[in-house]
């Protein structure tokens, strides 16, 4: 199976809608190509996402969903 992914979003930050619309995104692109997309709540404003434990995005940045999606492409 491909890469495990772990998206980290601060709950009381509002992180929310961009956590889902990012994981949606992983999974209209890759689908079965990846062992799955989890969301992990957190808090202190952080928005992350890890590739297999490896941190390839946190919010500063500055979040382009293109950049993501080629950084998860190289691992997949």
């Known amino acids: 199976m491909g890469p495990s992914i772990e ?5 009381p930050c509002g992180h929310l809608d961009r956590a889902v619309g ?11 190509q990846v062992d799955g997309v ?6 202190g404003g952080v928005f992350t996402i890890r590739v297999d434990d ?5 919010k500063t940045q500055g ?14």
């Open 63 to 76: 979040f382009d969903l293109d950049t993501i999606i080629a950084d998860i492409e190289a691992r997949v």
């Open 22 to 32: 990012t994981q949606r995104a992983i999974l209209r692109r890759f689908g079965q």
């Open 38 to 43: 989890r969301l992990k709540t957190g808090q």
């Open 54 to 58: 490896k941190q390839i995005y946190d």
């Open 7 to 11: 998206i980290e979003y601060c709950v």
